[in-house]
RNA sequence: GGAGAGAUGGCAGAGUGGUCGAUUGCGACGGUCUUGAAAACCGUUGACUGUUACAGGUCCGGGGGUUCGAAUCCCUCUCUCUCCGCCA
């Protein structure tokens, strides 16, 4: 959520990121600003008053430790009456904090300068692309035949299991899932970031902190009876490592990595978009999570956009890289980079990966914060990314790569696969 | 699932109604000493809120209660540990 220090400081800032964002409702910013003076009104008052009754009630221990008790017995009324006072002054102090802590969180992220303005997709911008198209035969087929001809994977046993969107990797397809889930893992251990394996389950307290909750519980499979969350990216407990944490400014940045399922609701969608691998409840993702000084997040993002794209280098695929326009980003994000690699056979792109930069929107949320050398503390910057989402490098590797004889794997997969012909 | 014990500052661990935000030890940081390091010695060392600043306020797992006053008493929830049972 956003600090309520630039609430008092610079509204127009606030005011123009939110309408870069597409956001509507900024009657929420004064809201947010008088019910702030007003919290901070009535907070003084209960404060004044709980200072008065703690003198009283210390004194009143000395007056009963030297004989007093007539005197003590005066002043315990004196405090009765203020504790009456006070009460009424604490519930009226919980009610606006409440208020002001539901409108906060109703914001978004504030974009970045570099963010472009707009409102659709077609408004993002293109940084660049890279990788060579491909040229298929007449004959080329989109990935859900493929896996069929050469069985390797089976959506509808899939769906007799669970239901639509849960496939059956099997054979070459369930080891080729396999080879790059630890491809990608060894080449994000080996730029430095620290593998984990996470929960698959978070609480409730887990989901808001990297802002699935208050808004978002459509979107993820509830376990109701024991309030649980299936994860719709291992961002969640990822970044929930560091909740609460205060480390030192010499640790930064924390880099981490995970290989986890990742579940989906995504109520609502149909048709060709949904077609295959293209949009399941659960998939496969690799992330990359940092932890980052605010003074260098920036840098650490296009750090990582670096490894992003040299992945999809390694993997031998056509991609583009996008800057999200305000209003396509995340709720949560200050600036994104989509990746999207060429999907031959459907003719369209497909989105691969999303790294962002998320400043101290979850921070703040999480109190993950670093002491700096003077002993002070400030929130950290947080950000993450796919690297990379699994079933749509699956179906662009396929597609690109099919030939008469089977589908040809790029070399970087020599080292996990037992042949890189898949047929 | 059954029985019991516990939750205090980075960690360990005191504190059972009135200067306790909390003794002490370790760790960390700074200093003295040393060519350097270790040892020894001295000092500093929780967070949140709030004020121009000082003050003030809040926090001893969470929530509620008793009391003029709660880390300390009561209720409740959560979690951890030990033993037994079950089990990948």
């Not at 472009?116 to 087929?141: C, D, Q």
């Not at 080449?187 to 990297?210: D, I, K």
Request: net charge negative.
């Amino acid at each position: 959520m956003l600090q309520i220090q630039l609430f008092r400081t610079d509204k127009n800032r606030i005011i123009e990121g939110l309408q870069k964002k597409n956001f509507k409702d900024l009657q929420i910013v004064d809201a947010i600003i008088s019910l702030d003076e007003e919290k901070r009104n009535i907070q003084q008052q209960s404060e004044a008053l709980a200072a008065s009754s703690n003198a009283i009630s210390k004194s009143i221990g000395q007056l009963m430790a030297t004989g007093k008790k007539e005197e003590a017995e005066q002043k315990k009324q004196e405090v009765a009456q203020q504790k009456e006072e006070a009460k009424a002054l604490a519930a009226k102090l919980a009610d606006a904090e409440q208020q002001l802590h539901d409108l906060i969180v109703s914001l978004p992220n504030l974009p970045h300068t570099s963010v472009p303005a707009g409102k659709t997709p077609e408004e993002n911008e293109i940084v660049r692309e890279g990788g060579k198209m491909p040229e298929l035969h007449a004959e080329a087929k989109p990935h859900w035949e493929l896996t069929e001809k050469y069985d390797l994977i089976d959506f509808e046993l899939g769906t007799r299991i669970t239901g639509s969107g849960f496939p059956v990797y099997k054979n070459k397809g369930a080891r080729l899932q396999r080879a790059l889930i630890q491809y990608f893992l060894d080449y994000n251990t080996e730029a430095g970031y620290t593998e984990f394996q996470v929960p698959l389950m978070v609480n409730e307290e887990s989901a808001y902190g990297t802002g699935q909750l208050p808004d978002k519980e459509g979107q993820m499979y509830h376990i109701q009876d024991d309030k649980f969350f299936l994860i719709p990216t291992s961002e969640v407990p990822l970044t929930n490592i560091y909740r609460d944490e205060i480390v030192k400014e010499t640790q930064l940045p924390v880099k981490m990595t995970g290989y986890t399922p990742c579940f989906r609701r995504e109520a609502g969608s149909y048709g060709k978009d949904v077609r295959g691998l293209n949009r399941l409840h659960q998939f496969d993702k690799v992330e990359i999570v940092q932890i980052a000084h605010p003074d260098k997040s920036y840098d650490t993002l296009e750090g990582m956009v670096k490894h992003v794209e040299q992945l999809l280098q390694n993997l031998e695929l056509p991609y583009r890289i996008l800057r999200l326009c305000g209003g396509d980003m995340s709720f949560t994000s200050a600036l994104t980079y989509d990746f999207e690699v060429y999907s031959a056979a459907q003719q369209r792109w497909l989105e691969v990966s999303s790294v962002s930069n998320f400043e101290s929107y979850q921070t703040n949320r999480m109190k993950i914060r670093f002491k700096d050398e003077s002993g002070k503390i400030h929130l950290a910057h947080s950000l993450n990314g796919s690297s990379l989402a699994l079933p749509r490098i699956m179906a662009c590797l396929m597609e690109n790569n099919q030939q008469e004889d089977g589908i040809h794997l790029p070399s970087v997969l020599g080292k996990y696969m037992k042949d890189l012909i898949l047929n």
